[in-house]
């Protein structure tokens, strides 16, 4: 893609993100917005938003976002993968009973999650 189209792309990205936030917020602001039916929307169209704006181009991806994608490339329930923050050992499993991940960069203060 040429400079030009990426611009253009994204441009589009940022205006539906834009669209989609608008209307969750208009759906906040009504009377109606506490049943059940307007939270599950409002709730979509900020997951929307979000997903949306994972496809603006040229921006480096989350280090969470990167440690995910390297996992998911890897066999089995547990190993370990080169840390994206700081390149250090970041070692990971996966639960046995609910599939949720678990994970922690051996250097001090680095990544650490929990699902």
Known sequence: MTPREIAAFNAGIRAAREAALIVAITLETRESATCVRDRAAIQALRGLADGLDALVLGREADPMQRVFAAIQAEDGDSGAIECP??????VWGRDSSNGH????????GCLRWMQ
């Open 101 to 108: 991940l678990h994970g922690q960069c051996e250097t001090d």
């Open 85 to 90: 923050t700081c390149k250090g050992r970041l």
